[in-house]
């Protein structure tokens, strides 16, 4: 949590230009898909943007302002997708998403969360995943076939999703490590990411979840993990470090997404994609493995006048994964990618994170159908992704707009390129 | 909340309970936009409402009027002085009314208030068509701009946007519907001049009417044919751009020896029209070019070891040639401005051939970079005058640091429009946070000095510039009190 004074720095250098709420303007192609926001776009009130939310974050502080209805509403709403936060740092470099998040963190500690986000801490509590499934089947998806070495350099970090509702995946990414010749280790007793629980500012629960992998990584003596959970990828990677006060650079692993891991193995001619695969698809980019996946560089404020922010790492949000999941679908035989108007960092987020898909499944349907929208206008056959909230809340909303594309994960397309 | 509460629920039957709000947070994040006075007083609102179409504005505006109600209009939210000075106020928020019709043919747009710039320039460029985008950024609003002053450095060749209106649509203080050349007899906003009447000056008034004249609601604008290549983005996040085609733009950066022989020329290529962008360039534009993509805090490192030294720069003129047509145009264009740069003895550079700021206008609100600690004072009317401006205003500034910081007397932007007719001079003044009473000190000056060269400001205050300009508030008051008996409309 930035300490106050920063948090009213913060929100106070706003000058509400209205920037965040539009993706890049270069790169805008059309009236229809210029926006970046989803609150803003859905509701259209200030309050549901990210000018909006610091500014009533002022009158907060200052005793102004309750969290009403409405409030609460918009905070909570708010994907926590970051497009407003990296169209900021072209002008303002305000950091956005932090004063958002600690905001959270206020509403939390007044005890005004949501109960479906406090449900998600209890399921945590007591099983170690927001399902609330069985500990125990955390790795029933390795069945009999999946052999994960007793000792490796590699931990491959599975995470709710894939775990307990997409065990496929889960398998799918085994055997693209085993191809790539690759040992592996699977955590003995990996806990859930605590990436929601983050998310949605129940910040000492993520905090417990954080200290007990970090724990267990460093116990495995593994110095990289591999995870396809783009939301584990950025916990792991991003909210770990700033949870312990630390910098990326300062973890004792390196995390890698594992499409940066395939693309590497293809570059390296470690594995080849042989099989053809005929499908014209489309890529959406997940903000958690984009412009959110960052490294994170823990800084101490410092100002010298007028406003030089002394010896701070500014996250800009081109230093997220956009490349090897295109690079990796470009070298795939047979398959066409063609991409939509709001890319990479300029993504359109697909409804699902910042607890909006546990809280508001409404609204994040709704925002899943603009992007879908946006796909279809494209004229692919299929959506591909590389996270599986993504991938289920866009699935979703294509079959809700009978749109008859299908949606799949990358690690599918991948699977399906190097044969089973 | 506004009362009497019966005035609110009958807003909740005209737009629906979703688009209208009285939650204290909804109103608060409404107190005021951008480009507000930091001592004017602001109030929240009472309640904030979004109208859909022509008719709920009208039946809101009526709303208004049977209970009294003061109203204040706003869209996409980056503007000029659009706040609630009265309790019980209610924001009408434009953003709903975002329709973009654009007719090829005849080459013009109609636009709801709610279409930024960026957006409508989007659709535009796929057919081939282009309108200028506004210099405070592509974020904002087609409608609100063009209807205030539609400044933009494009304005070079298409001259201000406000002379580029056609037929309106306007909902008056009263809930009269008003509707403005050709668009007043059917449905076709293709004339501003008629058939029918044309009130532009009025809805202009001196310097944009700022919702004090009730509710524009669609404006039709004349749009441009443009090249049919395709101009390509090329970035990241905080440092992009748009790469030009190279066979029909180029752009040239030209240093004089002198300030006279930089404005000479630049009365000499609008004498040949030629070019797309004519402008100084002042050393500020230049650091924040330099330090792209590092950030306020970037920028004022490099500046205070930078800045002294660009300063010390000859006059800098940024010309970007267009080849509308052919590139045999472009080959015309840059051997005329060569010609125009040797009779002036200068000394011209090509530049990369890319634009951040004026198709788009990405980084128009590059003065933000600075943390959002300037003010800005701007006045119209000749290049000699604005070079006649700027020379007194870097007296005044001088006098008053701080809070203005030490900018090296800088930033005077010479940006000519219609080939050098009409010229701006804005100067883009670093302040510091603290003294805001220093800097409105500053501004009084700058507004005193303004009015006695004879210059038009952008936000000009009445008090000095009434007596200069026939006493122009009084007509105003006339003007308002005939179209707003019950004073409601944005009331002071």
């Given at each position: 949590?930035?300490?106050?004074?920063?948090?009213?720095?913060?929100?106070?250098?706003?000058v509400?230009?209205?920037?965040?709420k539009?993706?890049d303007?270069?790169?805008?192609?059309?009236?229809?898909?210029?926006?970046?926001?989803?609150?803003?776009?859905?509701?259209?009130?200030?309050?549901?943007?990210?000018?909006?939310?610091?500014?009533?974050?002022?009158a907060e502080?200052?005793?102004?302002?309750?969290f009403?209805?409405?409030?609460?509403?918009a905070?909570?709403?708010?994907t926590?997708?970051?497009?407003?936060?990296i169209?900021?740092?072209?002008?303002l470099?305000?950091?956005?998403?932090?004063?958002?998040?600690?905001l959270?963190e206020?509403?939390?500690?007044?005890?005004?969360?949501?109960?479906?986000?406090k449900?998600?801490a209890t399921n945590?509590k007591?099983?170690?995943?927001?399902?609330?499934a069985?500990?125990?089947?955390?790795?029933?998806w390795?069945?009999?076939d999946?052999?994960?070495?007793?000792?490796?350099d590699?931990?491959?970090?599975?995470?709710?999703?894939?775990?307990?509702?997409?065990?496929?995946?889960?398998?799918?990414t085994?055997?693209?490590?085993e191809?790539?010749?690759?040992?592996?280790?699977?955590?003995?007793?990996?806990?859930s990411?605590?990436?929601?629980?983050?998310a949605?500012?129940?910040?000492?629960?993520?905090k417990e979840?954080a200290?007990?992998?970090?724990?267990?990584?460093?116990?495995?003596?593994?110095?990289?993990v591999?995870t396809?959970?783009?939301?584990?990828?950025?916990?792991?990677k991003?909210?770990?470090?700033?949870?312990?006060?630390?910098?990326?650079?300062?973890m004792?692993?390196?995390?890698?997404?594992i499409?940066e891991?395939?693309?590497?193995?293809?570059?390296?001619?470690k594995?080849?994609?042989?099989?053809?695969?005929?499908i014209?698809?489309?890529?959406?980019?997940?903000?958690?493995l984009?412009?959110?996946?960052?490294?994170?560089?823990?800084?101490?404020?410092k100002?010298?006048?007028?406003?030089?922010?002394?010896?701070?790492t500014?996250?800009?949000?081109?230093?997220?994964?956009?490349?090897p999941?295109?690079?990796?679908?470009?070298?795939?035989?047979?398959?066409?990618l063609?991409e939509?108007?709001?890319?990479?960092?300029?993504?359109?987020?697909?409804?699902?994170?910042g607890?909006?898909?546990?809280?508001?499944?409404?609204?994040?349907?709704?925002?899943?159908?603009?992007?879908?929208?946006?796909a279809?206008?494209t004229?692919?056959?299929a959506?591909?992704?590389a996270?599986?909230?993504?991938?289920?809340?866009?699935?979703?909303?294509?079959?809700?707009?009978?749109t008859?594309?299908?949606?799949?994960?990358?690690?599918?397309?991948?699977?399906?390129?190097?044969?089973? | 909340?506004?009362?009497?509460k019966?005035?609110?629920e009958?807003?909740?039957?005209?737009?629906?309970?979703?688009?209208?709000?009285?939650?204290?947070?909804?109103c608060?994040?409404?107190?005021?936009c951008?480009?507000?006075?930091p001592?004017?007083e602001k109030?929240?609102?009472?309640?904030?409402?979004?109208?859909?179409?022509?008719?709920?504005?009208r039946a809101?505006?009526?709303?208004c009027n049977?209970?009294k109600?003061?109203?204040?209009?706003?869209?996409?939210?980056?503007g000029?002085?659009t706040?609630?000075?009265?309790?019980?106020?209610?924001?009408?928020?434009?953003?709903?009314?975002?329709?973009?019709?654009i007719?090829?043919?005849?080459?013009?747009?109609?636009v709801?208030?709610g279409?930024?710039?960026?957006?409508l320039?989007?659709?535009?460029?796929?057919?081939?068509?282009?309108?200028?985008?506004?210099?405070?950024?592509g974020?904002?609003?087609?409608?609100?701009n063009?209807?205030?002053?539609g400044?933009?450095?494009?304005?070079?060749?298409?001259?201000?946007?406000?002379?580029?209106?056609?037929?309106?649509?306007?909902?008056?203080?009263?809930?009269?519907?008003?509707?403005?050349?050709?668009f007043?007899?059917?449905?076709?906003?293709?004339?501003?001049?008629?058939?029918?009447?044309?009130?532009?000056?009025?809805?202009?008034?001196?310097?944009?009417h700022?919702?004090?004249?009730?509710?524009?609601?669609?404006?039709g604008?004349?749009v441009?044919p443009?090249?049919?290549?395709?101009?390509?983005?090329?970035?990241?996040?905080?440092?992009?751009?748009?790469?030009?085609?190279t066979?029909?733009?180029k752009?040239?950066?030209?240093?004089?020896?002198?300030r006279?022989?930089?404005i000479?020329?630049?009365f000499?290529?609008g004498?040949?029209?030629?070019?797309?962008v004519?402008?100084t360039?002042?050393?500020?534009?230049?650091?924040?070019?330099?330090?792209?993509?590092?950030?306020?805090?970037?920028?004022?490192?490099?500046?205070k070891?930078?800045?002294?030294?660009?300063?010390?720069?000859?006059?800098?003129?940024?010309?970007?040639?267009?080849?509308?047509?052919?590139?045999k145009?472009?080959?015309?264009?840059e051997?005329?401005?060569?010609?125009v740069?040797?009779?002036?003895?200068?000394?011209?550079?090509?530049?990369p051939?890319?634009?951040?700021t004026?198709?788009?206008?990405?980084?128009?609100?590059?003065?933000?970079?600075?943390?959002?600690?300037?003010?800005?004072?701007?006045?119209?009317?000749?290049i000699?005058?604005?070079?006649?401006?700027?020379?007194?205003?870097?007296?005044i500034?001088?006098?008053?640091?701080?809070?203005?910081?030490?900018?090296?007397?800088?930033?005077?932007?010479?940006c000519?429009?219609?080939?050098?007719?009409?010229?701006?001079?804005?100067?883009?003044?670093?302040a510091?946070?603290?003294?805001?009473?220093?800097?409105?000190?500053?501004?009084?000056e700058?507004?005193?000095a303004?009015?006695?060269?004879?210059?038009y400001?952008?936000?000009?205050?009445?008090?000095?510039?009434?007596?200069?300009?026939?006493?122009y508030?009084?007509k105003?008051?006339a003007?308002r009190?005939?179209?707003?008996?019950?004073?409601?409309s944005?009331?002071?």
């Open positions: 949590m930035l300490k106050v004074e920063e948090y009213k720095h913060q929100a106070e250098t706003c509400r230009c209205s920037y965040c539009l993706i303007l270069n790169w805008v192609k059309s009236s229809r898909f210029s926006r970046q926001c989803p609150i803003d776009v859905r509701y259209r009130f200030n309050l549901y943007s990210a000018h909006g939310l610091l500014h009533a974050a002022l502080l200052d005793n102004k302002l309750e009403t209805p409405k409030f609460m509403e905070l909570w709403q708010c926590l997708c970051g497009g407003c936060d169209r900021c740092k072209r002008n470099d305000v950091e956005v998403l932090q004063v958002i998040q600690d959270r206020r509403c939390v500690e007044q005890g005004k969360s949501l109960p479906e986000h449900l998600l945590v007591k099983s170690h995943n927001i399902y609330g069985a500990a125990g089947d955390r790795r029933k390795m069945g009999t999946v052999k994960p070495a007793p000792r490796a590699i931990v491959y970090f599975v995470g709710d999703a894939y775990a307990y509702r997409h065990p496929e995946i889960a398998l799918a085994a055997r693209l490590l191809k790539a010749g690759f040992p592996f280790m699977v955590l003995a007793d990996e806990w990411s605590g990436h929601e629980l983050f949605t500012g129940q910040v000492a629960a993520a979840m200290e007990h992998n970090v724990k267990a990584i460093q116990s495995s003596g593994a110095k990289t591999i396809g959970d783009a939301e584990a990828y950025k916990t792991l991003v909210d770990y470090p700033r949870m312990m006060g630390k910098s990326t650079a300062d004792p692993y390196t995390v890698l997404h499409t891991f395939i693309d590497q193995q293809v570059k390296d001619g594995i080849k994609f042989t099989r053809r695969v005929p014209k698809v489309t890529y959406h980019d997940p903000c958690n984009g412009r959110l996946a960052e490294p994170w560089y823990q800084w101490e404020p100002y010298e006048p007028p406003n030089i922010a002394v010896g701070k500014w996250r800009r949000g081109d230093k997220g994964v956009y490349m999941p295109r690079d990796i679908l470009k070298g795939i035989k047979g398959l066409e063609i939509m108007e709001r890319v990479k960092d300029n993504t359109w987020c697909c409804g699902y994170g607890g909006v898909g546990v809280a508001f499944p409404d609204f994040a349907l709704w925002t899943a159908g603009e992007r879908v929208e946006e279809r206008q004229g692919a056959e959506i591909v992704s996270c599986p909230n993504c991938k289920d809340v866009l699935a979703s909303a294509a079959t809700a707009h009978n008859g594309l299908k949606v799949y994960d990358i690690t599918e397309i991948m699977l399906r390129a190097v044969g089973k | 909340m506004i009362t009497p019966e005035a609110y009958t807003l909740q039957s005209i737009v629906g309970k979703e688009w209208v709000s009285d939650d204290p947070a909804i608060e994040a409404d107190r005021y951008s480009l507000s006075s001592t004017d109030r929240r609102p009472g309640a904030s409402i979004e109208p859909a179409n022509t008719e709920e504005v809101i505006v009526r709303v049977r209970y109600l003061p109203f204040v209009v706003t869209s996409t939210f980056y000029a002085g706040y609630c000075r009265k309790d019980n106020s209610i924001l009408i928020d434009l953003k709903r009314m975002n329709t973009i019709e007719d090829d043919q005849n080459m013009y747009a109609v709801g208030p279409v930024p710039f960026a957006a320039q989007g659709d535009l460029l796929k057919r081939g068509l282009y309108t200028f985008v506004a210099g405070c950024g974020q904002s609003s087609v409608l609100a063009t209807v205030n002053m400044d933009a450095p494009i304005g070079w060749r298409t001259g201000l946007g406000y002379q580029r209106i056609l037929g309106v649509e306007w909902v008056l203080p009263d809930g009269e519907m008003l509707r403005m050349g050709s007043s007899q059917g449905d076709d906003f293709f004339w501003g001049e008629g058939p029918g009447p044309d009130l532009r000056g009025l809805l202009r008034g001196c310097a944009g700022q919702s004090r004249l009730g509710v524009v609601t669609r404006i604008v004349k441009f443009f090249v049919s290549e395709e101009l390509k983005p090329d970035g990241w996040a905080y440092h992009t751009t748009m790469n030009l085609p066979n029909r733009f752009w040239y950066n030209i240093r004089f020896n002198t006279d022989d930089a000479n020329a630049m000499e290529i004498r040949c029209e030629i070019g797309l004519v402008m360039v002042p050393p500020i534009f230049r650091g924040v070019a330099r330090t792209r993509g590092v950030g306020c805090a970037g920028f004022w490192e490099f500046w070891d930078a800045g002294a030294k660009l300063a010390a720069a000859a006059t800098d003129v940024r010309v970007l040639l267009y080849g509308i047509g052919s590139n145009r472009l080959a015309y264009e051997k005329v401005l060569l010609d740069v040797a009779d002036f003895k200068g000394s011209a550079r090509e530049a051939c890319r634009d951040e004026n198709i788009m206008a990405a980084d128009a609100i590059c003065a933000n970079v600075v943390g959002g600690r300037f003010s800005s004072e701007v006045s119209y009317e000749s000699n005058q604005a070079v006649r401006y700027s020379k007194v205003v870097d007296e500034c001088d006098r008053h640091r701080p809070p203005i910081l030490q900018e090296y007397n800088s930033t005077d932007w010479f000519p429009y219609e080939l050098g007719y009409i010229a701006k001079m804005e100067c883009l003044r670093m510091a946070v603290e003294g805001i009473e220093g800097l409105e000190a500053w501004k009084a700058t507004q005193d303004c009015a006695a060269g004879g210059a400001a952008l936000v000009p205050d009445n008090k000095v510039f009434g007596p200069v300009w026939g006493n508030p009084e105003e008051d003007i009190a005939l179209f707003d008996p019950n004073k409601i944005a009331p002071e």
